[in-house]
């Protein structure tokens, strides 16, 4: 069984940074996706040997991995109220995926960590 941890949102400021982690299982591919009210989950970003973004995020976030401590990092800098959701980290159970940003591909999901951006 894959565990995917969440951790580390919260409330911050519009322009403000947050880091969120995820504690991963050794996956090749992870991702974080996010759902706001009202709204489908959307892809943020992938990592793999290669680092994929949503295009609203770029130059604003940064997917990393920590190798050694199993863990998954997305720097959030210049955050803005369009940003609050509910962030998921994510895994396919394939260890290379053809679509990084399909949430059809990833079959293992955190519980979430809840963003919110005050304007």
């Known amino acids: 069984q894959v565990q995917l941890v969440e951790s580390w949102g919260g409330l911050v400021q519009g322009g403000g940074s947050l880091r969120l982690s995820c504690a991963a299982s050794g996956r090749t591919v992870m991702a974080w996706f996010r759902q706001a009210p009202g709204k489908e989950r959307e892809f943020v970003a992938a990592?793999?040997?290669?680092?994929y973004y949503a295009d609203f995020v770029k130059g604003r976030f940064t997917i990393s991995r920590d190798h050694v401590k199993n863990t998954v990092f997305l720097q959030m800098n210049n955050l803005i109220s369009e940003d609050t959701a509910v962030y998921y980290c994510?895994?396919?159970?394939?260890?290379?995926?053809?679509?990084?940003?399909?949430?059809?591909?990833?079959?293992?999901w955190g519980q979430g960590t809840q963003v919110t951006v005050s304007s």
């Open positions: 994510s895994a396919p159970w394939r260890p290379y995926l053809s679509n990084y940003k399909a949430r059809r591909n990833y079959d293992y």
């Open positions: 990592i793999e040997r290669s680092t």
